[in-house]
């Protein structure tokens, strides 16, 4: 994945409760479950319970966040966008 110029990624988590993100383009959505946001380095999914945007600058390109952190996913394909399924993907 290549780095938009001039824009550095970087997440902090501690104790899988509270993180700080740098790099943040783009919030697309967020839940209790769930939380995803558009980076320099892709697309970040956050899944846990009790999630919840405590802060967010997107003039900044920061966000920080609390709850319970399940997992952290990236994705990215062509020009940026999601790739689907790989059985969508075997039978295009």
């Known amino acids: 994945m290549e780095e938009k110029k001039g824009v550095t990624h970087s997440l ?10 740098t790099g943040v383009t783009e919030m697309k ?9 558009e980076t320099s380095q892709g697309t970040l999914e956050i899944r ?3 999630l919840h945007v405590c802060r967010l600058e997107l003039d900044k390109g ?3 966040i609390e709850g319970k952190v399940d997992s952290l996913i990236y994705t990215q394909g062509k ?3 999601k790739k ?5 993907r075997l039978f295009q």
């Open 29 to 37: 959505s967020f839940d209790e479950e769930n939380i995803l946001m």
């Open 62 to 64: 920061e966000a920080e």
């Open 79 to 81: 020009n940026g966008k």
């Open 48 to 50: 846990g319970s009790s």
């Open 84 to 88: 689907g399924s790989l059985l969508k």
């Open 12 to 21: 902090h988590l501690e104790q899988r409760s509270r993180g700080m993100i």
